[in-house]
């Protein structure tokens, strides 16, 4: 306040008030500081009460909670940690307190330690979830799911990481029995898939063979018809055991060959009746694949044999595509002589049409429509579960 | 300042040894005010023998007598009697303490 130098004595009665006021405060016997303008109200007891309560509080949720709580500083030395960090660890407090993380895991999860610690150190962000393999003091291997967050001191420096850890080595343990039992039951599901393959191309083969010792030529058909069948459906289960996805068939790729199959079987004259297909790579369950199959089957087999009599060329389109999600529609159209009229596809007598008819209401769930326009369309239209 | 402390000081040195007088710097009904006050009147009461004044400025209410006397904490007790005045600080349950600021120091007790 004076415009003077303070003399030496001033100077010293001043530092001597400056500690007893540091002192003061020091024994916490203030309430209030005086400033220029105002009185500023210290209440430190209050004040230090609420920070023991809330210290009070944390220190009991880290007791209390099942997941260990810990703070290491920058090179992985634990320094704070709560009881459930020594039960998970096995290790008690004492051996614990200063202990470097490498202590307790082998070399790969220090290494993925390490990472995650890099990481919160230089995004400044906790890194979440991740899992380490945790060696116990006894020797046993335990799966640790661990946050990391940065630890700062009151200037923002860096001084360590802190988070919290969890034992999940029972639900680690389960995921793994359930892995393998899913991969074994695949393989399971793979094998079934091959061996009821195999066994319907047994019976095509058989009912083939059968045919040709049949001289009625009616019979015959019958035989051959039936083969075609099965052959439809043991193509499913072929696809199916080829594809990766043991529940969807590529239905795509499994028209596609039994169309070609079909269509050599009947080997129309080269160049007379052109076969055109517009199939989308369509996702379908084993329970549609099979009666689509069927219906493509029998459809396609009707065109190729009474849909161009004699010398009469054409084209049948087959197609299938999704208008809209969850609804498919397959066509199967020719432009030859057309579907006599005396056919009407509920009262037919015709097994091929019939069969049809049930496959799409009763197994699809679905419609079916006849067009005699210009040859014959069949639109079949049915909803696929999501 | 440096005039009202020669003030102080003359005033010091003629009533040396006489009457005791302090003032006491207090805001409101704090705990440290309080306990402040109680302690300084105890130990006026066993030890000055009624040679003493005692004035009590609340800063909340005389904001100003607070800044002549260069209070910056409270509670805090000046002996305005002393050569040069002496304060201390904080609730003044040190008896000795203040008993040495008084010049009261020693065997006294």
């Known amino acids: 306040m004076s415009s003077k130098k303070p003399t030496y004595q001033e100077l010293k009665a001043k530092l001597a008030e400056a500690e007893e006021i540091i002192a003061a405060l020091r024994r916490e016997e203030v309430d209030a500081v005086v400033g220029n303008h105002h009185v500023v109200l210290l209440r430190l007891k209050d004040a230090e009460e609420a920070l023991r309560e809330s210290e009070k509080r944390y220190r009991t949720i880290l007791k209390s909670i099942e997941e260990s709580y810990y703070e290491v500083d920058l090179a992985g030395n634990l320094t704070f940690f709560n009881d459930s960090t020594c039960s998970i660890l096995g290790y008690g407090r004492d051996e614990l307190i200063g202990m470097n993380n490498r202590t307790f895991m082998d070399r790969e999860n220090a290494k993925k330690v390490f990472q995650a610690f890099s990481k919160a150190y230089g995004t400044g962000k906790p890194a979440k979830g991740f899992d380490w393999e945790i060696t116990r003091k006894d020797g046993t291997k335990i799966y640790v799911e661990t946050s990391v967050s940065l630890r700062k001191d009151s200037k923002g420096h860096p001084i360590g990481f802190r988070g919290i850890g969890k034992d999940i080595t029972e639900r680690k343990r389960a995921e793994e029995q359930l892995t393998a039992s899913l991969k074994e039951k695949e393989l399971l599901l793979h094998e079934i898939h091959h061996r009821v393959k195999n066994n319907m191309q047994v019976i095509s083969s058989l009912l083939k063979l059968q045919a040709e010792s049949i001289e009625d030529e009616a019979l015959r058909e019958a035989f051959r018809n039936s083969q075609h069948r099965i052959r439809a459906m043991s193509l499913v289960h072929e696809k199916l055991y080829q594809s990766k996805d043991l529940v969807h068939v590529p239905f795509r790729d499994y028209l596609t060959s039994l169309i070609r199959y079909i269509y050599q079987s009947y080997t129309p004259k080269a160049g007379t009746i052109e076969l055109v297909t517009e199939i989308e790579e369509l996702p379908l369950a084993i329970t549609h694949a099979i009666p689509c199959g069927l219906i493509t089957n029998e459809l396609l087999s009707n065109a190729l044999k009474h849909a161009f009599p004699g010398e009469r060329t054409g084209t049948i389109t087959l197609s299938l595509r999704s208008p809209e999600p969850h609804t498919y529609e397959l066509t199967v159209s020719d432009d030859g002589i057309g579907l006599p009229e005396a056919i009407d596809l509920k009262t037919t007598t015709s097994l091929g049409l019939h069969l049809v008819t049930i496959l799409v209401e009763d197994q699809l769930k679905g419609e079916i429509m006849v067009e005699r326009t210009g040859g014959t369309t069949f639109h079949i239209v049915f909803g696929v579960p999501e | ?109």
């Open chain 2, 1 to 109: 300042m440096r005039q009202a402390a020669q003030r102080t000081k003359k005033e010091g040195s003629e009533t040396q040894g006489k009457t005791y007088m302090l003032r006491l710097f207090v805001v409101g009904d704090e705990s440290n005010s309080k306990q402040a006050r109680e302690n300084l009147l105890k130990i006026c009461e066993e030890h000055l023998k009624g040679d003493y004044k005692i004035e009590i400025v609340d800063v909340f209410e005389d904001f100003e007598a607070a800044l002549k006397n260069n209070i910056l904490l409270t509670p805090a007790l000046v002996v305005v009697s002393a050569s040069p005045p002496v304060t201390i600080f904080g609730n003044l349950s040190d008896t000795e303490k203040v008993l040495s600021a008084l010049g009261l120091s020693g065997g006294k007790s």
